[in-house]
């Protein structure tokens, strides 16, 4: 499939290692893809589902021990510990590579090796990136090919001579707790995996590549890679203008990028276009703007809580080309079901687990990661710009957490510097749904903490230099809270479509045509222009969600500079800077 030697030579150091029966090259043919899944049904990997109502569907279980990403078990192995700052997990790469190394000898007697070579971004595109994969889990291939743009093509896009591919290793093994091990070698673009056959820590395209290794790739070649849904939002003119978006988990990435609007807005010809869920590639175009393509081909999303109100572009995403993975099968027509799909529960159904589940016994059928893995080419409101090589051009930067009291609904960054560190003073407080104490305030600058692959000071370096170069045509940098919560813990802010009402604020900021007040943390709307038409929300209560609580706001500062004591002298000066001036404003 490829005459570049670099590939040829890596493979066959990795075969000599792994010793597979049998080496297999992924082609990305439909008539190849075909083979595997018929080969995972026979295998019990893959459950096929109903053909009339989730045409080419399968479903998965993994093992009981291997539902989420690790983080404890994930490593960054850079030659020089500092390299990978104190937010990561450090391994010496010769001492890591020898310990999977062991692992590795042998591991695939008797199994298979599949060759994925992959593209992240467009066909075509100067900003995508080429990594090549080598597992012996059909569910990756069969994932990857939905997720990425797998096959020949890649190989094209790499060309015969360049040495710029990620080299993914990764094997199931025993799937044994103990020895599971994410490690990362960004000093030579490689991934290494083992002892895992969940999503993100099997699917090195992801988060291992472009999230991990991108990030240290951007900082030493100019671009960025971030964790960030990319939507574009169209007016009644037919202009669209994208946004990025950065929230750490469970925060409604995905219902963000796949926002409907209200009907006031729907009526008047307002669209949102979905161009990313996830992971976002940015990078100066020839105009000096700041460029956006979404890496990924797919979406691999939590399945629990996603139904016809939530989020339907995303369930729309799943009718077809779909892979679920611990959901639960419904039996009786052989379909799937979760948590929160819909108030029918199957009753002749077996759960994530492969057992029988009656709904009645209050245990979850689904597991609460349980995951669609879907085209995105299915979602209704897929951006046409999706497969466009260029990516398209970022008006405005969006961070945002989950703050009972203190963030505001919404408000601005004075400008980039300023910006930066807005985002590296992200947090989210935990809730009721993860296990540990309720409340507890975790900070995760940029929502990057598990993701970025080098020194978080570095990071923000890097982020701050980005500014120089964009100067006055930076993306404006913008904080959301969609989650302030009156004295009885409820919502304030309806949220979902009507998140529609910030944007267009935010879209107006861009364009100059909206005012803004000054407060201690930044600009802030008039009450007055967040518009609230159709909505059974009062004005008054609109500005209490924009209050500024001075009070918290200086506890914040406390924890903000605690935080920032962890990155010792690699923390930029300007973040310090940033905080010093955030604290005088307060105490103004
Ligand atoms: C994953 O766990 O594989 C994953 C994609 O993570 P998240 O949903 O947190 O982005
Ligand atoms: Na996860
Ligand atoms: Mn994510």
Redo the contacts with the bound molecule.
Sequence with gaps: MTNNKNVLNWVEEMVALCKPDKVVWIDGSEKQLDEIRNLSISTGEMEKLNEEKLPGCYLHRTAENDV??VEHRTFICTRDEKDAGPTNNWEDPKVMYEKLGKMFDGVMKGRTMYVIPYCMGPIGSKLSKVGVELTDSTYVVLNMAIMTRMGQAAFEQLGETSNDFVRGLHSKADIDEENRYICHFPEDNTIWSINSGY??NVLLGKKCFALRIASFQGKNEGWMAEHMLILGIENPQGEVKYVTAAFP?ACGKTNLAMLIPPEVYTEKGYKVWTVGDDIAWLRIGDDGRLWAINPEAGFFG?APGTNMKSNPNALKSTMQGTIFTNVVHNLDDNTVWWEGLDKNPPKNAVDWKGNKWDPESGVKGAHP?SRFTAPAKNCPCVSPEFDNPKGVPISAIVFGGRRAKTAPLVYQARDWQNGVFVGSIMASETTAAATGAVGVVRRDPMAMLPFCGYHMGDYWKHWLEMGKKLGDKAPKIFNVNWFRTDDEGHFIWPGFGDNMRVLEWIINRCEGKADAVETPIGYEPKAEDINLEGLDLSLDTLKGLLNVDKDLWKEEAKGIREFYGKFGDRLPTEMMDELNKLEANLNK
């Design positions: 989420a990403r999503g993100g988990s939590v990661n």
